[in-house]
């Protein structure tokens, strides 16, 4: 069974910098892209970014400059550095990793991060 899990989410001040990291475990096959999207209370789930399994990488525009999506070698593993953070930026990240084969999707459950003074 697939399991992808979250972590590194919490509280940070503003200007501030986190680190999420989404791992990917349980399939028999490879992922093709893997990505990051954001749900802050009462609004949809919006696109941050992604990663592809040769590099490529696209973010939504907000984030360009400040966030870089990145992962490892295995290409189970990614990672979101997150700098210089907005209150409104505040959201549950959600990570998924989508199988290569058919591009079935799975989602994890999700990381609270909270950008406040």
């Known amino acids: 069974q697939v399991h992808v899990v979250e972590s590194g989410g919490g509280l940070v001040q503003p200007g501030g910098s986190l680190r999420l990291s989404c791992a990917a475990s349980?399939?028999?096959?490879?992922?093709?892209?893997m990505g990051w999207y954001r749900q802050a209370p009462g609004k949809q789930r919006d696109f941050v970014a992604l990663?592809?399994?040769?590099?490529?990488?696209g973010y939504t525009d907000s984030v360009k400059g400040r966030f870089t999506i990145s992962r490892d070698n295995a290409g189970n593993t990614m990672y979101l550095q997150m700098n210089d953070l907005k209150p409104e930026e505040s959201a549950v990240y959600y990570c998924?990793?989508?199988?290569?084969?058919?591009?079935?999707?799975?989602w994890g459950q999700g990381t609270q991060v909270t950008v406040s003074a």
């Open positions: 998924y990793a989508d199988r290569a084969s058919d591009l079935f999707r799975y």
């Open positions: 349980g399939s028999p096959f490879s992922f093709g892209a």
């Open positions: 990663i592809k399994s040769d590099g490529t990488t």
